[in-house]
């Protein structure tokens, strides 16, 4: 059985040493043009909303809250702490 380490063209424009290896640079190539034509489309087009219209669901217009009256078990920071803690000591212990 032959494998598929070709692409689009085959054996004319590239041969790939292995399907890992065409795997992963297809998919930095998929990663890198999805990447730039985002970007090139959010240069090219304008804003349709206000400011005012985004607050809320844009992170840099949305104020921040502060934590401070709020028990530490409803935290996300203290529970991410616990839980990585939690995780050090079982990697510890199962090593």
């Not at 063209?9 to 992963?24: I, R, T």
């Not at 304008?46 to 530490?72: I, N």
Request: hydrophobic share 55%; net charge positive.
């Amino acid at each position: 059985m032959t494998l598929a380490k070709g692409g689009w063209l085959g054996h004319v424009l590239h041969v790939y040493p292995s399907e890992m290896a065409q795997n992963f640079w297809t998919a930095i190539f998929a990663w890198t043009t999805c990447f730039v034509v985002t970007i090139l489309l959010s240069l090219v087009t304008r804003q349709q909303k206000s400011d005012v219209q985004l607050t809320g669901l844009v992170s840099s217009l949305t104020p921040r809250t502060t934590e401070a009256d709020v028990v530490w078990y409803k935290r996300p920071a203290a529970l991410g702490g616990l839980v990585l803690f939690m995780a050090l000591i079982l990697n510890i212990l199962f090593w």
